[in-house]
């Protein structure tokens, strides 16, 4: 699939929570810049309440509704056999979805950038993050953030709070701790008798006592015990002056793409590993088997059901009847032959003693003998009716002629010497 096509694909899918953040963005934008032209005039920044909102939560509203979503909603709903498993790679796939959505999280976050903060022409350390860069940096950061955790999560819903934890941390820790010294901070030294002042629209970081290398020294212990501590100081040599340490209004410009660039390498490192976790995943990653849909269907539906029935049979056949080859074809095949010669001995072995006893009975005997197969196979030859009646008459036409003359020939001699 073509860069064009994936890139197609996506909007298509996403179009409704891209254009429902975007209009969020929009609209902050316009009302910010609106309201607080009016009210403060051009000349006075915007700074207030909803202002530090928009500021601190756009990154994290980016990664929330468009990255945690984005593999989490995959893994949760198991299409990602279809999505992974066609003619897409999964890494493929990623990177079109990031390009789409990086893209659209850059030019968002320089339009909040740019709306949200002086009208005028003035700068200052208060508004630092209404900066087109500072917030492209934080909303590709909170994109990069939201896959991960969707990635590592599985669950949509996990994924967006831990989203909003995660991000909520690295402003803090970003804007607490780092970004006061991405420069080391310049210094003023007085002597006891005058007093530090900070530079015009200066970003004041600290103050306290300068020792003799010029140095800042530590309090005595003996001194946090008194009234005056600069007395005590200044009485026990243990400092020169004082002095204090801040940040010009010169570096504000400088300090916004330092961290810009730290946002960036951060989301940077964060793709790079969803990346590995999407080459060299875990379970969750499709199989040869796969990625043709037909396959499952063919293997694991047949499984079951040869389980079942080969499970039923042996517990329906071993129990009860013992091993089914052995017993139940034995008495069906050999009943027969046991029964058919036992009449046949018997007979056979009557006649022969009633032969040697009565000689004109066992003649008789051995014609009743012939009938029986005779009996036996006319069941056998039952569909012709026909040949009985005629094998009779053949029968009886035999048989007269043969006792005709014996029973006429003696009352024919006396009828013709009567009429003789």
Same mark, same amino acid.
């Given at each position: /699939? ?52 928009? %500021? ?7 990664? /929330? ?53 002086? =009208? ?14 500072? %917030? ?15 990635? +590592? ?11 909003? =934890? ?31 002042? =900070? ?14 290398? +010029? ?137 022969? =003693? ?10 008789? %005997? ?55």
């Amino acid at each position: /699939m073509k860069l064009g096509s994936l890139v197609w694909l996506t909007w298509r899918q996403h179009r409704w929570s891209i254009g429902g953040v975007a209009a969020l963005a929009l609209l902050a934008v316009y009302g910010l810049i609106s309201t607080e032209t009016i009210e403060n005039g051009s000349s006075m920044p915007i700074g207030g309440f909803y202002a530090l909102m928009v %500021q601190l939560g756009f990154g994290g509203v980016i990664g /929330m509704f468009w990255g945690a979503p984005l593999i989490a909603r995959e893994l949760e709903e198991r299409t990602y056999f279809v999505a992974w498993g066609q003619d897409v790679t999964p890494v493929q796939w990623l990177r079109g979805k990031l390009l789409v959505f990086g893209v659209l999280a850059v030019l968002l976050g320089a339009l909040v950038g740019s709306g949200d903060g002086y =009208v005028g022409t003035r700068r200052s350390w208060s508004s630092f993050e209404a900066n087109p860069l500072v %917030q492209a940096g934080y909303a590709v950061l909170g994109l990069a953030i939201g896959v991960l955790l969707g990635l +590592l999560t599985r669950h949509v819903m996990t994924a967006i709070a831990g989203t909003l =934890v995660f991000y909520t941390l690295t402003r803090v820790l970003v804007s607490v701790a780092a970004r006061d010294y991405y420069l080391p901070p310049e210094r003023v030294i007085v002597r006891w008798e005058n007093t530090p002042v =900070v530079p015009e629209r200066g970003l004041e970081l600290g103050n306290g006592f300068i020792g003799p290398d +010029l140095e800042p020294v530590r309090v005595l212990d003996k001194c946090m015990q008194g009234i005056n501590v600069n007395t005590c100081m200044r009485n026990e040599r243990a400092a020169i002056g004082t002095y204090v340490e801040y940040q010009p209004i010169e570096r504000l410009a400088t300090f916004q793409i330092i961290e810009f660039v730290v946002c960036a390498l951060l989301a940077a490192a964060l793709f790079a590993l969803v990346f590995r976790l999407m080459r060299h995943g875990g379970g969750w990653k499709p199989s040869r088997s796969h990625r043709r849909i037909g396959q499952p269907s063919q293997v694991a539906a047949p499984a079951p059901a040869a389980v079942l029935v080969g499970a039923a049979a042996v517990s329906a056949s071993s129990p009860a009847f013992g091993p089914a080859p052995e017993f139940e074809p034995e008495p069906e095949f050999e009943a027969e032959p046991e029964s058919e010669p036992e009449p046949e001995s018997e007979p056979e072995s009557e006649p022969e =003693v009633e032969a040697e006893q009565e000689s004109p009975s066992a003649s008789e %005997q051995e014609p009743a003998s012939e009938p029986e197969p005779a009996s036996e196979l006319e069941p056998a030859s039952e569909p012709e009716p026909e040949p009985e009646p005629v094998a009779s008459e053949s029968s009886e036409s035999v048989l007269k002629p043969e006792s005709a003359p014996d029973d006429q020939s003696p009352p024919d001699t006396a009828a013709t010497q009567a009429e003789g």
